[in-house]
DNA sequence: TTGAAAATTACACTGAGTGCGATAATATTT
DNA sequence: AAATATTATCGCACTCAGTGTAATTTTCAA
């Protein structure tokens, strides 16, 4: 008993990538034309079980805490088998994880459609609050308290913060690639991520008092004066 | 075979911290008055043994890869039983990890010994550069290809530097306790650590071709002319 | 010397993750 | 519709990391 308790959306967990970005078998789907792909039964299956077994291993990890769950815990609870499991994850850590993998890259999504003519602090500042917007205040605190119980998904993610970095200055330099300026964008890049962590770690000790949104643009507001 | 070759510096580690700093047996010897504290038997054998284990460890793993190597492996090479190197470490991965965790107690200890009226920036780097200086490049380099092929321990050494930055924001906010200048000081500590995340990716891309103090240099030369 | 503390070990156990191969479900082609 | 390919599911056996326990030996201190 790690985590426990733990107030409000859980059945409807959103902003999910998938599982398996990395692997090699699910999360690409054969992509029907355009307009009515039609999804196909195997399409539609295939989710229900990803979320069948998010939902199962944080329900768990809340239950019993991440390290006195099992995987097969998990799998039966999500109606498959134990081998079936890793079909869909890499390992038990990935549950967690794979609900913050996608940051970086719809980060950078939204990085790409922003005005032609925005400063790039701007322009982050905006990719990141809207990225943000999207995910849930309550899913954002569960999932967080989760990744602090274990050490492993705790390391993971934060080195996925440095992936985020990485991945925000290549769409930077991409963007303005005026050789003059890479250090500029790096520093950048690493303040726009600083401030998503700082924004994070307020939001999950205050317990979600105060909107991310609102946390977010504080930090950037702090950092900049300083710049 | 992940890893392979390796020259230099290899029988003679050197700024090994230690083991187990974080689980609670070893690490903390009797301490001797003063002057000569005598440092007995029990003593130089565990500094002995725990020197064994890491020079087995990053043998093995620079010939078999850090994934083929067994700790009944590592054991068996530094004349140990299995069970005994739990003893000395929590996990085969903390061999290479607490070659790297050390660093930050060092920075704040060093940061500590920075003249008065140094400037918070100043005093940051001259600190970093200090401790940097005492490592062997090749070692450092060497350790740094292992942390590479494992991404448990890239993701945990990536980790550690989130914990260099809260260990450094705190010795700096206690030496410049202005409440004002707080965000300044976080955003310092990102700086500086983002510096060294720097100054390391170069030395490692580089094969370390230029010593790591000129990388540190620059790297905050770049960082501060952007602030 | 004697008794406490620390170090070493064996043994047995849990659980994560993998390789292999079989079978079933879905999709595609003819 | 039947044949064929692809994908999903599963079981089994295996390796290996890591832990709990308890016994034994080595070092230290009184």
Redesign the interface.
């Given at each position: 008993m790690d985590v426990a308790e733990g107030r409000g959306g859980l059945e409807k967990r959103s902003g999910a990538t998938g599982g398996m970005s990395a692997n090699g078998k699910p999360d690409a789907p054969p992509e029907g034309p355009q307009g009515a792909p039609r999804e196909g039964l195997r399409e539609r299956k295939r989710r229900e079980t990803l979320r069948r077994i998010t939902d199962a291993g944080i329900r768990l990890f809340i239950e019993k805490g991440h390290d006195a769950t099992t995987l097969d815990d998990i799998a039966a609870a999500a109606g498959i088998s134990r081998r079936t499991f890793f079909y869909y994850f890499k390992s038990k850590d990935d549950i967690l994880l794979s609900l913050q993998s996608g940051l970086g890259d719809m980060i950078v999504a939204a990085l790409r459609e922003t005005p032609p003519d925005t400063r790039p602090l701007d322009a982050i500042r905006a990719a990141i609050v809207k990225v943000c917007a999207t995910i849930p205040a309550d899913d954002m605190i569960v999932i967080d308290r989760l990744m602090r119980s274990s050490p492993?998904v705790?390391?993971?993610k934060?080195?996925s913060?440095?992936q985020h970095e990485q991945a925000l200055f290549e769409a930077l330099r991409e963007r303005w690639p005026d050789p003059q300026r890479e250090?500029?964008l790096?520093?950048l890049a690493?303040?726009a991520v600083?401030a998503m962590?700082?924004a994070s770690d307020t939001l999950s000790r205050e317990g979600g008092k105060r909107p991310i949104i609102d946390l977010l643009h504080e930090a950037f507001d702090?950092?900049e004066?300083?710049?």
């Open positions: 492993t705790q390391a993971r934060q080195a913060y440095v250090t500029r790096r520093l690493m303040l600083g962590r700082l702090a950092l004066a300083e710049i």
